[in-house]
């Protein structure tokens, strides 16, 4: 079941000249033009699991990707949390087992209301759903979603009792144009003017190139945007807090690539997208935490 994210990049790139395509595919190769000298900060964060099944899905898929999910062995040590299509989130929740929390993808900014279409953090708290993602690429590119917008949701949705998993992360032109950190710098900002309580937020790094086009970042590479985020939130909220908000990086992870990058000192776990349809994939990808200890 293919992301329309997918769709969409994939359909970038192919219309591309072939001098564009090249450049786009090799994005990876280029991060080194953009190094900054900062030192891995070391984190002490409990390791997290993230899968986001996007616009994907039918009862019948659903159900058995439930039970398959229900079937693997999972460690007990690492938090996971999976996000269905909103109109399936209530038999997920009511289904899978106790290893796996639940995610809605979305949330509005404002308590209920006259808001036609939109769903609020408080009824998601009401319905027993504990996560939310907010800031997700495709919503920022999509549906034109500012850092304000994704700041004042990942606060609101924060007051109403939930816990959040905030994306960050910068498009390609962004990148080949040197605003790699500043893109970051400010959607972090959008966040620390709306964050109260910090042991609630899940990071998650998703550089937009890399969603869904097979293209990842080196492990090496991921390692030194994660520590610049570590270290921007130390400078802000202390080394302390800083060391246990998990950092974790989203973009084409697979089961193939995902030990190599979880041997990074402040990658802190993953937010897979399409991986997490097929659930031998996302449960390998669970154990790899595991898998690098061994």
Request: charge should be negative; hydrophobic fraction near 45%.
């Amino acid at each position: 079941m293919a992301t329309l994210q997918s769709g969409l990049m994939r359909g970038q790139v192919s219309r591309m000249g072939s001098t564009q395509r090249r450049a786009a595919m090799a994005v990876p190769r280029q991060i080194a033009g953009l190094r900054r000298d900062v030192s891995a900060q070391a984190s002490t964060a409990k390791f997290f699991v993230g899968g986001n099944w996007k616009c994907n899905g039918t009862h019948a898929s659903v159900e058995k990707l439930v039970a398959d999910l229900n079937a693997g062995d999972v460690p007990a040590d690492i938090d996971i949390v999976v996000a269905p299509p909103f109109i399936y989130i209530d038999y997920v929740r009511a289904n899978i087992k106790g290893a796996y929390a639940v995610a809605a993808q979305n949330c509005w900014m404002k308590p209920d209301g006259a808001f036609t279409g939109e769903i609020s953090a408080e009824m998601m708290d009401d319905a027993g759903v504990p996560w939310v993602i907010t800031g997700h690429s495709e919503r920022r590119l999509l549906l034109g979603e500012s850092n304000r917008t994704v700041g004042l949701k990942t606060g609101h949705a924060l007051e109403a009792g939930l816990s959040v998993i905030a994306c960050v992360g910068e498009t390609l032109e962004q990148r080949n144009g040197g605003n790699l950190y500043h893109t970051l710098d400010l959607q972090l900002q959008a966040l620390f003017e709306n964050v109260q309580d910090w042991g609630k937020v899940v990071i998650a790094y998703e550089p937009v190139w890399a969603i869904g086009t097979g293209v990842v970042a080196s492990p090496e590479q991921a390692q030194e945007v994660h520590a610049y985020v570590r270290k921007v939130l130390g400078d802000r909220l202390g080394k302390a807090t800083s060391e246990g908000i998990r950092i974790i990086y989203g973009g084409s992870v697979t089961d193939a690539n995902c030990a190599e990058l979880a041997t990074q000192d402040d990658i802190d776990g993953f937010l897979v997208g399409g991986a997490s349809l097929k659930a031998p994939a996302f449960i390998n990808i669970c154990n790899a935490r595991g898998a690098v200890k061994a």
